[in-house]
């Protein structure tokens, strides 16, 4: 029995890791891309659905799609019923992920092996990296079904086994609950599901008994993104309630009926593993196809259950920066750490929702960022007064160094602060007060290039917070797509004066100045990368890397 629990154990934490490599690397590889389809998916609830589905199976968890919807409903580029049936379509993209790795991998495990750890360790562009760390991924999702399959098979006419599944098929609702208890300690219902077809394909389970398995699964898989999203503005809660009543009270009616009526699940397939595969795909489907007339009531009756729209006002907090702390070098330097990170977490908060004042003008949204832009300029002044006093304490080379890292860190975010609070607020200003509107095409370009800038702030805090240095590069890197992206749309801006588009030559002026200022705050928060991007020795860009070699004559 010892042995069963390691073999089994271990298979799926192997299975949980490759399903986690894959969102990483597209994560990692293929955000920016993945944001600017699902926020421009995100305009229609019907296209909603369909690119949460595409997310969905491309980062094989509908939990990261849930996680991206919140932060595009909280900026306000997200509408709640949109949010919604985009939840509900990554739920169907998750099932057809189950679909796809159940089915016979044979030759490919060594195929996907050999293709991925060759792009992972020989491929200089880090997209290409990053898909060979995805192919990885998905020869290791492979390999752990099958060692699960193998850790199984000495239970196989097991009395225990027996007597557990006779209870389970008795009461169905305890089934169910330990379905979701799994998904929901797994923080996948992909990974759980895939364990419950790999018991069923061993024959350790009747398919009646995994079927509640897997509703209880469906359901443990949209408590995720509310516990995740607990701390969220009620915008971002919203969407993940409206899906966890559609889904979790669908799977409830399944099972009431799985319970009561006893259909025949032998329509669904031949193989009891089809069957159950089939089930999970054609319960998500279901719960997709009624939810989307039922998106819209529900998502108005959650909002008026639960707090209004009004901006919530910010809290002042607590200073991190301890006098006490000050003799004490090792701790002043934690302490000026975690204000700086506040500082960041306060920039970030006001750069999501200021693009959306430039389309729907909200004065309390704008008294709402100009009042954190007070607070990061009351926690910056207040940082450099602590490392200047921090400075006269006697320091190592390493604690100097890190001193004025952070010191430097607090500069670029209150310049970013001030970015986001003159600049985007005056041109949101203007656009209101002269009633003009970017183009169609201008805004889609702005709202691309915000979504990025905003990825990457994001970025910018985790990479002060882990001081990964694969993330850091990441972020050097992307500040060069930055700028060649933001050349791409000056060039296309160009184009459209050229064609004569009204809309372009009224807010010429504006669409340039909206660029500028995002690239600077851009710059702001890669700035925090550089520090930790030196030591790996891989600072400069594959571009000016090339130069010097050239230079050098290489």
Wanted: proline share 3%; hydrophobic share 50%; aromatic share 6%.
């Amino acid at each position: 029995m010892l042995a069963f629990i390691l073999n089994l154990a271990g298979a799926i934490a192997l299975l949980l890791w490759a399903v986690k490599l894959i969102r990483h690397g597209v994560e990692r590889g293929f955000t920016n891309q993945l944001r600017s389809g699902l926020r421009r998916a995100g305009k229609s609830p019907i296209s909603a659905a369909f690119g949460g589905a595409i997310a969905a199976f491309c980062l094989q968890s509908s939990t990261a799609v849930a996680l991206l919807a919140t932060s595009f409903a909280a900026s306000g580029a997200l509408a709640a019923t949109a949010g919604v049936t985009l939840l509900l379509g990554a739920d169907v993209g998750s099932a057809l992920v189950v679909q796809a790795l159940v089915l016979p991998a044979g030759m490919l495990i060594p195929v996907f092996l050999l293709a991925g750890v060759t792009l992972y360790l020989r491929a200089g562009e880090r997209r290409y990296k990053e898909a060979g760390r995805i192919l990885i991924g998905l020869a290791l999702i492979f390999v752990s079904l099958g060692m699960i399959r193998t850790a199984t098979l000495p239970l196989a006419g097991s009395e225990l086994v027996e007597m557990i599944v006779s209870y389970l098929s008795r009461d169905m609702i305890s089934a169910f609950l330990i379905g979701g208890l799994m998904a929901f300690a797994m923080h996948s219902s992909v990974a759980a599901i895939l364990t419950f077809v790999a018991f069923v394909a061993e024959g350790m389970l009747p398919v009646p008994v995994a079927a509640a398995l897997v509703l209880g699964a469906n359901t443990g898989g949209t408590l995720i993104p509310l516990f995740l999203t607990s701390g969220a503005p009620a915008a971002s809660r919203n969407i993940v309630i409206g899906n966890t009543v559609l889904r979790g009270g669908g799977a409830l009616l399944t099972l009431f009926a799985l319970v009561q009526f006893s259909p025949d699940l032998s329509l669904l397939g031949s193989s009891a593993t089809r069957q159950l595969i089939n089930l999970h795909l054609a319960f998500n489907v279901a719960v997709a196809l009624v939810g989307l007339p039922l998106a819209a009531p529900l998502t108005n009756a959650i909002q008026r259950l639960r707090t209004s729209n009004t901006p919530v006002q910010p809290v002042a907090q607590a200073s991190a920066l301890d006098p006490a702390a000050l003799a004490h070098p090792e701790r002043a330097l934690a302490c000026a750490a975690r204000e700086v990170l506040r500082m960041g977490e306060t920039a970030h908060q006001m750069l999501v929702p200021a693009m959306d004042l430039m389309r729907t003008w909200k004065r309390e949204n704008a008294t709402t960022i100009r009042t954190l832009e007070d607070e990061v300029d009351r926690m910056h002044f207040e940082t450099k007064l602590y490392i200047a006093k921090l400075q006269q304490q006697p320091l190592t080379a390493d604690q100097g160094r890190r001193a004025m890292d952070l010191a430097g860190f607090a500069n670029n975010l209150e310049e970013a602060g001030d970015q986001i609070s003159t600049a985007l607020l005056e041109i949101a200003e203007k656009l209101n007060e002269k009633a003009l509107k970017f183009s169609d095409s201008g805004w889609h370009d702005l709202s691309d290039f915000h979504d990025r800038v905003v990825t990457n702030a994001q970025l910018a805090l985790n990479v002060m917070i882990t001081h990964d240095q694969g993330a850091a590069l990441q972020l050097v890197e992307e500040k060069d797509h930055i700028r060649e992206a933001e050349q791409d749309m000056q060039a296309r801006h160009l184009d459209r004066l050229r064609s004569g588009n009204t809309a372009s030559i009224e807010t010429s002026n504006l669409h340039q100045e909206t660029l500028r200022a995002l690239k600077t705050i851009n710059t702001c928060f890669s700035m925090t990368a550089y520090p930790i991007a030196e030591e790996s020795g891989a600072l400069l860009s594959s571009r000016l890397a090339q130069r010097s070699k050239a230079a050098a004559g290489v």
